[in-house]
């Protein structure tokens, strides 16, 4: 068994036209618990523009909590260096990813749960939509699944002529904490991010598997009405919804993390007890 503090951290580099590229300090993947068989797998995923460094605590809390879980989490292609490596990507490659991903741990585990932030909740919802025998419940932080503002309309064109806007990262509401990601946002990739939420939106309907959403009360990133969509449109019999009163969109960074890890951990004792 691999200890909850060892992790599966690199320094791969990735050539560019601006040459070698190295990862962004924190932004590694990681994970934790057993290498082989485990009865519990978790899944973790980052947003947009961001790293693995905004899903790490909720992984550690996990992995002290519960040394028997099997925790992974990926870097995203494209992403943990420069806005031009995200710029060649696309959602087809972020979730193709996290499919592979989500192959691997469901091999080795009995029940594989997916926890999401942004961006990287929308590809959950996603892998439950295509694989519903697969996953066993779905654990969202300020899902993506829609447009949040009037301008994003616009990326189809606006993308062809401006390669990149400012960094909407490190939206946090505590004092003093930055998020490791993308120095700035490429809009190409954005436009492809745009074309994801129609896809993951038009089949909510097919998400059989239980979810627990929880939403920022001011998001300055991704707008409430996308936590709104998901809780509506999911066939769950088994959804819940929990408000985050001191946090803005990066949540888990944020004053009410230890409220998502620890209903997360609640959500997924309670399904393992039922399961048993």
């Known amino acids: 068994m691999k200890d909850a503090a060892v992790t599966t951290d690199t320094v791969a580099t990735t050539d560019g036209p601006e040459g070698p590229q190295p990862l962004l300090p ?33 992984g550690e809390y996990l992995a002290a909590a519960h040394p028997d879980y099997a925790i992974d989490l990926p870097l995203l292609p494209g992403h943990g260096r420069t806005w031009r490596h995200l710029q060649r990507t696309g959602w087809p490659d ?12 469901s091999a080795r585990c009995g029940r594989v ?12 919802l996603r892998l439950a939509e295509q694989h519903p025998d697969t996953v066993a419940g779905l654990v969202l932080v300020n899902p ?17 002529f401006v390669p990149s806007i400012s960094s909407i990262g490190s ?8 998020e490791v990601g993308t120095d700035r946002t490429p809009l190409k990739a954005a436009y492809s991010l ?3 939420w129609q896809v993951v939106a038009a089949d909510l309907p097919k998400v059989t598997a239980p979810v627990l959403v929880l939403h920022s009360a001011e998001d300055n990133v991704v707008h409430p009405r996308n936590a709104a969509m998901v809780l509506a449109r999911v066939s769950s019999a088994d959804k819940a919804e929990v408000v985050l009163p001191e946090s803005y969109h990066v949540a888990t960074l944020d004053n ?3 409220l998502i890890f620890e209903s997360s951990a609640a959500f997924v004792a309670r399904l393992r007890e039922a399961a048993s």
Request: negative net charge.
């Open 26 to 58: 924190g932004a590694e993947p990681w994970s934790a618990g057993p290498e082989g068989r485990a009865e519990i797998g978790i899944l973790l995923c980052h947003g947009f523009t961001g790293s693995p460094h905004s899903m790490r605590p909720w």
């Open 256 to 258: 009410d993390a230890e």
């Open 171 to 178: 939206d946090v509401k505590k004092p003093g904490v930055t």
């Open 144 to 160: 993506s699944v829609t447009r949040n503002k009037p301008t994003e309309a616009l990326l189809p064109v606006i993308s062809r």
């Open 113 to 124: 749960y997916l926890m999401g932030l942004s961006m990287g909740g929308g590809l959950a």
């Open 94 to 105: 972020w979730y193709g990813a996290l499919e592979q991903a989500l192959e691997a741990l």
């Open 194 to 196: 745009s074309r994801f």
